[in-house]
């Protein structure tokens, strides 16, 4: 199969998107024809990542301008002290401007050396190249950039778009099968808020998907980006439509953070519970169908997406839970803003709750 390119125009900024088995061999060819160059080059690795395949990557780059930094990734060390160490490199090696920074890995490793590179004297080349699903169809698209902290996750962070992004299809054959379920929360997600027909094409070969069959898993792959491309062109900043592709985040990321970023509930594995509880929010507030609801919910039964996970919480939690709800990022006026549902393609978004609703939806829906 060819590789398949897709162009994100922003205001200020373009950049392209290639996808495909074996794309990572053309960077060098990638990056001389985005004009791409530079004295030298930081490549942050995700540790996690094969090092026969970091090998292979390494030798397409120039080995005196190349420096490589190993990241431990996971969300406790996407911090600001795992950032402080990419900048320690970059000003001791005294990188400039025109100096280029690489993230191999998945969205923890590429939002961390995103958040570097654009606070690093205001802004350096950045090349994202994800290796796991969920970044190649969500994290490395769109500039979003961020660290997590004490009261919640990724609320430090920027918008900085990449130079270049370079999805390789190969890499999700090394991946285990519960990383590859957390990258299909986020291509479902793109689905239900945008595109009925793409999620009838998910509830028809879902399983396919998640054993990455072709040429399922490349029509998903490029479907899930080529939506989240659009919105992100009409609304770089998050202003009004981008807020949509939160839908479900704000429970997950209060689930994530209660649990401690532990790994119990990945961030994947917290986006299909929180699409699940956005989903029911919707459906008892009159906004979405049973009908529409019971698609859902039976798509997500149907694969085992939900599996035990409301058992990882208690009655002890719900405080904790709402307390990293009230911190996302996306309140105003000292509610909760929420991102929900009228039917699959159309979503809602500028909704905001007090914190009484929203506490006895969740001692009724989450704590069995």
Do not use: W
């Not at 879902?206 to 992100?232: A, H, M, R, T």
């Not at 699409?275 to 859902?296: D, P, R, W």
């Not at 919480?313 to 709402?322: A, G, R, T, Y």
């Not at 309140?331 to 978004?349: C, D, Q, T, V």
Request: aromatic share 8%; hydrophobic share 40%.
């Amino acid at each position: 199969m060819s590789l398949i390119k897709l162009q994100v125009k922003t205001t200020n900024q373009k950049y392209p998107i290639i996808i495909g088995k074996g794309s990572v061999n053309k960077l060098t060819v990638l990056m001389k024809k985005n004009s791409i160059k530079f004295n030298q080059c930081l490549v942050v690795v995700d540790n996690n990542i094969p090092k026969k395949i970091i090998k292979k990557i390494l030798k397409l780059l120039p080995k005196k301008q190349t420096i490589t930094h190993s990241f431990k990734a996971n969300e406790i060390n996407k911090n600001q002290k795992s950032v402080d160490k990419i900048l320690k490199i970059l000003l001791k090696k005294n990188f400039n401007r025109n100096d280029c920074l690489i993230s191999i890995g998945g969205g923890i490793t590429g939002d961390v050396s995103g958040f570097a590179a654009s606070i690093f004297k205001r802004g350096i080349k950045f090349i994202n190249i994800p290796t796991t699903l969920l970044a190649q169809v969500d994290s490395s698209i769109g500039g979003k950039t961020g660290i997590n902290s004490n009261f919640g996750k990724n609320l430090i962070g920027s918008f900085y778009q990449p130079s270049l992004v370079i999805s390789d299809i190969n890499f999700l054959k090394t991946l285990p099968k519960r990383e590859i379920v957390c990258g299909y929360g986020e291509i479902l997600k793109h689905s239900i808020i945008a595109d009925k027909k793409f999620f009838n094409f998910l509830d028809k070969n879902g399983s396919k998907i998640l054993d990455l069959k072709s040429p399922f898993i490349e029509k998903s792959i490029y479907l899930s980006c080529n939506l989240k491309k659009k919105i992100v062109e009409l609304d770089e900043k998050e202003l009004n439509l981008r807020k949509i592709l939160n839908f479900g985040h704000s429970f997950a990321h209060a689930y994530e953070a209660t649990l401690g970023y532990s790994k119990k509930l990945n961030h994947g594995e917290a986006v299909i519970l929180g699409i699940m509880s956005a989903s029911k929010f919707s459906l008892l507030n009159k906004f979405l169908s049973i009908n529409e609801f019971k698609l859902i919910e039976n798509h997500l039964n149907k694969l085992k997406l939900l599996n035990d996970f409301n058992k990882l919480f208690s009655n002890n939690d719900l405080k904790k839970i709402l307390f990293f709800m009230k911190k996302d990022k996306k309140n105003i006026n000292e509610k909760i803003s929420l991102i929900l549902l009228k039917k699959i393609g159309s979503p809602l978004y500028n909704f905001q709750f007090d914190e009484k609703k929203v506490n006895l939806f969740l001692k009724n829906e989450l704590i069995k």
